[in-house]
């Protein structure tokens, strides 16, 4: 991992953005790229400059959900161990449970707590498996 960690956020909200952005950027001075949508997802993360160190996905986003997005980077042999956060709003044990068994590395809850994410990810970049609901 680089020194400055690069992050991938794949996110239809446009105010999910902005927060995740001053959250990354602004407080933790990470690199951050987001992406509005799943459209080509592959093609437009193979095109990055630089590989992302972790990739944060919104579950509820189209074209391609972020369980079918989850597919395509364990199916690459360059992503298939790249850390993956489901990002959700969806809470219920259920569905975290179904998020785990999917292969998600963690899941952080939005709205995003903000006194707890620089933590979160912190914990989530040195590999354990946080799931903060």
Known sequence: ?????????????????????????????????????????????????????????????????GFAVLDMLRNHPDYAKTKVIAVTASVMNEEMALLERSGFNGAIAKPIDQM???????????GEEIWHV
Do not use: C, W
């Open 1 to 65: 991992m680089s020194s400055n960690p690069v992050l991938l956020y794949v996110e239809d909200d446009t105010l999910s953005r902005e927060v995740m952005n001053m959250l990354v950027v602004r407080r933790l001075g990470f690199d951050l790229t987001t992406f509005e949508d799943s459209q080509e997802f592959m093609t437009r993360l193979e095109a990055l400059p630089t590989k992302p160190d972790m990739i944060l996905l919104d579950i509820h986003m189209r074209p391609h959900n």
């Open 116 to 126: 707890f994410f620089s933590e979160f990810i912190d914990r989530s970049l040195q």
